[in-house]
């Protein structure tokens, strides 16, 4: 795809972290990555924005840029990817301080690939109580200490055709970490 970046999903947050405007395909965007929870933006606002995030180490990211983003009062911008069961979704988020404090959040769609239905992102697909890991920046998943590419993943694992599908969780992999980590802190 050659089309310029394609704005899906912006919001903003006050200097709180709490969630005050949400704009764009949100609600589509949510339900298509197996978030329903996050369809409703009225059930957004006054929620901060690190309750969303059950990681510790997602927020911990996620903290850094913000606070490199106050330090330089300078946006960043980082890539993101955000599958649906069919699509790979190639983003970038784009992270801007607001005047008065606070920050604007926008994700972009910058490409798109069809890929083979994978029933592992699929939300209505059973689950059991295992877990897999997964990179919420990359979409990598975790196997042993290696993070891999999700179709290569669910062939190692042997989780094709399973009845019931592993719990997600999700996390940052080694790779995105160190990419990420050139927009931390305010002093770097
Ligand atoms: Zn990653």
Redo the contacts with the bound molecule.
């Keep these: 795809m050659t089309s310029p970046p394609r704005k899906i999903c912006s919001y903003q947050v006050d200097a709180e972290f709490r969630i005050t405007l949400v704009a764009g395909d949100w609600a589509k965007f949510a339900v298509e990555n197996a978030a329903p929870e996050l369809a409703h933006p009225v059930s957004l606002r006054q929620r901060t924005l690190f309750s969303y995030i059950a990681d510790e180490a997602t927020r911990q990211v996620y903290r850094a840029m913000f606070d490199r983003v106050a330090a330089r009062a300078k946006p960043i911008t980082v890539p993101l990817r955000c599958d649906s069961p069919h699509v790979r979704r190639f983003l970038e988020l784009t992270i801007s301080p607001r005047e008065g404090g606070g920050f604007h959040l926008d994700s972009s769609l910058l490409r798109t690939e069809p890929r083979p239905y994978l029933a592992l992102l699929d939300a209505t697909h059973p689950r059991s109580h295992e877990l897999i890991r997964m ?6 998943v975790q196997v042993n200490e290696d ?1 891999v590419e999700l179709e290569q993943g669910v062939e190692m694992l042997d989780l094709f055709g399973r009845n019931a599908l592993p719990e997600i969780k999700h996390g ?2 080694k ?3 160190a990419g990420l980590r050139e927009n931390f802190g305010p002093h770097t």
């Excluded at 990179?135 to 990598?140: H, L, R």
């Design positions: 990179c919420g920046w990359c979409k990598a993070w940052v992999c790779s995105c970490y």
